[in-house]
């Protein structure tokens, strides 16, 4: 039998090759873009609606200001969306309305909790604080501002993965920066701020996103290398050493760097990171065996010599016993009593005491919401968190590159192990570590690197679901067009 | 105490309401999300073309009109009447797993040459390896010469073989499957 003669794909008659192709979707105004919008509204409506019936709890009336909090709140994301609708018409449209939705909740959450303070100042006579909503507010515009940017500089991914040395080594000096002398600075014991002025930022953050882009690049070229070439051991693959080396010096160097920091919520989290990027690049189980062996050892070891490390354990296996609920286990109790005080369905919004928790507008927001928002709302979020984590993954599977998929299974799962660690911690499933709730929590750095992740997500879902754009050959050579004209030098570089 | 302060029974209401409106939102994500990946429901299928019609006078049922696919994914080519027709080629197997082509009346080529329909980076296979052309209805695989094969259902392809739906195709690592 015979075929159709093969044509060469993507000749330089493209209008015939796409004639009958059906319309990449990217090209069409997509319907995700309106699902977006709608989406969005929605997220919008949620936050106001959290702001009106914080102001009705406190005040009795609602006020026509909510209203324009609302409004601001919507347009400010509806930049994003625009952003969107402009560099990733194609990309998934669910994970910018649930991260404005969290963001939303945060933001409404961290000034209830400003209140609440300026209250409790008030009525100590005490000067009232600045709030620390307005700053928050401040910082989600920057993270717009950065998620506008990054979809709009890296207009496709894999150009990052030209840059996976230089990555890791920028990635790196991020980390070692806080220990630099002059603009490093201690926080509540662990040095990971860099503090410029009045601003102070947390280097690790975005260190997270460029280590995992040379996590992503590095494997991309060496998986095979991993996967095949290794000794058998106990009927598990054993890799060379040599194949190893880079992966293991920046794991070390990140931990040490972190240790030093005294951060024990990001060197668990790279932690988790690189073994998830490890697992997924690989596929071989003996990498989590590894990685898991190597985490009990620096568990035990790190228990052993560091003080915090064991004020932490301690705090958490007996967070009730003697001293510790008035002393190292106070806040997690507290905390734990909040969540106890929401029972089901919370206490109303407004209506709890949830700044009686230290630090509860960062670490643990999470106890803040569960007292207010109960059950059902904590697993609200969390279900919003598992979304964007699928949606992540989604554009993982999609992704027509390895790189891509590697670089979007990464981010999603650091974005997962994030909220894990955090909320893990606050309910005394595991050590309570230091980490914020990303998108929810009070914290700069915070929100504009995961602004960043989600923009990266974003384009990488934009190229999975669109059809490559045609690329233009070289007409293929035609001698009777050349045949008549002159000699001409050629340059070739 | 303040004479501002709302009822308990107002409060109430409206802590229910925020929860209700919060998990309204978990659910209509769901539900994009799930549009996304199977497309509507046949009860959101039914229902919309009589959102459409309603204007019309009612009288004889008009002909069941197809509403406009919402699924993200470019509609089928051919009218999805005969439902043997694959719509898209899916990788089940290799590093490029999960990746979904539409199929077009182009046929598929696939092989490491960056300008194949599917490009694999796969050391097994080559340049042009193989591709994947519709025939009098049917889809056809067929080896462009490749040096490590083409194997559908074990059987090395040798002439252009008809592929049945969700046979596996086989190329180095990868393994292809054609879905409605």
Known sequence: MTLPPLRRPRSADLTATFAGFPLPSGLELPPYRRRELFLLGYAGILATAALAALTLARDGTIGFQVFTYGLGFFSLWALAHLAVRRFAPAADPVLLPVVAALNGIGLVMIYRLDLAKADAARRAGREVPTGAAQTQLVWTLLAVVVFILVLAVVRDHRSLARYAYTAGLVGLVFLVLPIAPGIGATINGARLWLQVGPFSFQPSEVSKIILMIFFAAYLVNKRDVLSVASRSFLGMKIPRARDLGPVLVAWAASLGVLVVQKDLGSSLLFFGMFLVILYVATQQASWVAIGLALFMLGAVVAHSLFGHVQIRVDGWLHAFDGENPSNTSYQLVQGLYGFAAGGITGTGIGQGSPQRVPFANTDFIMASLGEELGLTGVMAILLLYALVAARGIRAALGAKDPFGKLLATGLSATLALQVFVQVGGVMRLIPLTGLTLPFVSYGGSSIVANAAIIALLLRISDAARRLEEPVPDAPLFDPSAVSESPTQVVKTT | ?180
Do not use: C, Y
């Not at chain 2, 696919?69 to 470019?74: E, G």
């Not at chain 2, 097994?124 to 193989?130: C, K, L, N, Q």
């Open chain 2, 1 to 180: 105490m303040d004479p501002t302060e709302p009822s308990e029974l107002v409060l109430l209401l409206v802590k229910i309401g925020f929860l209700a409106l919060l998990w309204g939102f978990v659910l209509v994500a769901v539900r994009a999300v799930r549009l996304d990946m199977f497309g509507p429901t046949q009860r959101q299928r039914r229902r919309q073309p009589v959102a459409a019609r309603a204007p019309a006078p009612a009288g004889r049922p008009p002909a069941r009109v197809r509403p406009p696919r919402q699924d993200p994914r470019p509609p089928p080519p051919a009218p999805p009447a005969a439902d043997a027709t694959p719509t898209r080629l899916v990788v089940t197997k290799g590093h490029l797993a999960g990746t979904t082509i539409p199929l077009g009346p182009e046929g598929i080529t696939i092989g490491r040459a960056p300008d194949s329909t599917l490009v694999l980076e796969d050391d097994f296979a080559s340049g042009r390896h193989a591709r994947l052309v519709p025939h009098d209805g049917q889809w056809f695989v067929e080896d462009l010469g490749s040096t490590n094969g083409t194997f559908l259902n074990r059987t090395k392809v040798t002439s252009p073989m008809p592929v049945p739906l969700g046979a596996p195709v086989r190329i180095g690592k990868t393994v292809l499957e054609l879905h409605r």
